[in-house]
């Protein structure tokens, strides 16, 4: 689905995060500098630490941001995206094409309840339908990476019809 800009929208953006342990849907407001921060602490994690892909040809890349349960994964197969993940806040998006493109979810990273969490595990669970709102945030926040060859492939994603 091709996710279009109003650039006429207010400059905050509506966030649904859920709390997980509680069960309840907070709406949270996130304003453009709230934005460009989470986009801009994006680092990227030495490729030493990561478990090596079990396909051959394939490159993972982590970023990690600036707060607890914020990453980006990516799955390359000769410099292009075969697999992505962004998590944030107890939310996640993934874009696979094997998979009808988009898919959101809840991770467990905010469950007080989880006694099997183990911190360098995520298990997330799949929305039944894409969550728009919260694809179109992570849009807003990988926009501001725009020019790095990696976010702009990334990019290019949210103007597929996957």
Known sequence: MNISRDESAP???????????????????????????????????????????????????????GEPYFDVFVELRQGKIQWFQFTLRGKSISWNPEHSGWQSGTTNELRADDITFYPASKVIENDKHPDWEFIQLVRSILETRAGEDIFDQILALFDTEN
């Open 11 to 65: 400059k905050m953006t509506k966030y649904y995060s859920m709390n997980q342990a509680a069960g309840y849907s907070i709406v949270t407001l996130m304003d453009k500098d709230q934005i460009a921060a989470l986009g801009a602490s994006l680092r990227q994690i030495d490729q030493k630490l990561l478990t090596p892909a079990k396909e051959e040809g394939i490159t993972r890349v982590w970023y990690q941001g």
